[in-house]
């Protein structure tokens, strides 16, 4: 369990440096996120209808295939594994769940001590705190990620993920915007990673903020 751990707190001081979150709805305009990448421009934004559909029929047919595949155990079977081998992902839960009661704790003292126009230094405290806390939870979800990282249900967020950025990424050619892939297969062969890993970065985080 210690080496999970460790291996989670190296993945979320990385992603710190490379990401300030506190910024990233800055970057949001029109439901859209606009990036320079090698002196070109790219954006990801939300997906429209008819990608939704497109969307929803590819992930009913991956799950299919992942149910098939007698080599891929469920989430809950693998947390079974895990507990007979002494890692209880279950008390990993638990923690999430008490450091979460702790953030809305402070999250109420913090807009109390707004409406009581209480000293800066105080409201400080405050956000560093909980700043502290949503860090422990990062965390505990990328330590709990790592343990589940070969669910089915995880191996089918990851194709979901791909899928999505897949029919969001758009590239600025001379004044008009155009989709840069039109075959998921172009998509999954394409050999910049890093592109592909920031534009996907920025997809996920304009989903579900």
């Known amino acids: 369990m210690e080496n999970h751990m460790n291996d989670a707190q190296k993945i979320v001081e990385e992603m710190s440096k490379e990401t300030d979150l506190s910024k990233v709805e800055e970057l949001i305009k029109d439901n859209k996120i606009t990036f320079i990448y090698k002196d070109k421009s790219y954006r990801v934004r939300l997906l429209n209808l008819s990608e939704k559909e497109e969307l929803d029929i590819l992930r009913r047919r991956k799950f299919g295939q992942l149910m098939k595949d007698k080599d891929i155990f469920l ?6 594994q895990y507990k007979e081998r002494g890692i209880d992902i279950n008390e990993l839960d638990e923690e999430d769940k008490k450091l979460n009661a702790q953030e809305l704790d402070l ?3 913090l807009g109390a001590a707004i409406s009581k126009n209480e000293p800066d230094s105080s ?6 705190q909980i700043e502290e806390l949503r860090t422990k939870r990062q965390v505990i979800y990328t330590q709990r990620n790592l343990l589940l990282e070969f669910s089915l249900e995880n ?12 029919l969001s990424l758009e590239e600025k ?7 840069m892939f039109n075959k998921l297969e172009d998509f999954q062969k ?4 890093k592109l592909i ?3 996907g970065s920025y997809s996920m985080l304009l989903q579900y903020l």
């Open 155 to 166: 191996s089918l967020l990851n194709y979901v993920a791909q899928v999505i950025t897949y």
């Open 173 to 179: 050619i001379g004044n008009k915007w155009q989709r």
């Open 197 to 199: 890993d920031m534009a």
């Open 190 to 193: 394409y050999e910049d990673n």
């Open 75 to 80: 989430e809950k079977d693998l947390i079974v």
């Open 107 to 109: 999250q109420i003292k």
């Open 123 to 128: 409201l400080v405290t405050y956000k560093e």
